[in-house]
């Protein structure tokens, strides 16, 4: 079992910078492909991010292209989203997910586990 926990996330203004954390514990490898996820009221799960095990493949959604960074330090078990220029939309509670295989996928079912999530509110 993985166990992950997101961390970072806030109230800040529209045109500001947020960098959300996920910490993996547990049964940890580095052959995971991991990702961000994002769910607002009344909308369905969307990806955000994702980056394949060691950090040379990343994919982002066409609404944050350009603002949002994905990275990860496999020798501290975390993944990082750094987020610039936020937008009002940007408004949800963002969740990390891990997946036993080294690709990324932008796909939610594909991934196995699942940290709680942590709200990002962006006021205009």
């Known amino acids: 079992q993985v166990q992950l926990v997101e961390s970072g996330g806030g109230l800040v203004q529209a045109g500001t910078s947020l960098r959300l954390s996920c910490a993996a514990s547990?049964?940890?490898?580095?052959?995971?492909?991991m990702g961000w996820f994002r769910q607002s009221p009344g909308k369905e799960r969307e990806f955000v991010a994702s980056?394949?095990?060691?950090?040379?493949?990343?994919s982002y959604a066409d609404s944050v292209k350009g603002r949002f960074t994905i990275s990860r330090d496999n020798a501290k078990n975390t993944m990082y989203l750094q987020m610039n220029s936020l937008k009002p939309e940007d408004t949800a509670v963002y969740y990390c997910?891990?997946?036993?295989?080294?690709?990324?996928?932008?796909?939610?079912?594909?991934?196995?586990?699942w940290g709680q999530g942590t709200q990002v509110t962006v006021s205009s």
């Open positions: 997910a891990a997946r036993r295989l080294i690709g990324l996928s932008t796909v939610s079912r594909l991934y196995e586990y």
């Open positions: 547990g049964r940890t490898s580095s052959d995971y492909a």
């Open positions: 980056i394949n095990w060691n950090g040379g493949e990343t």
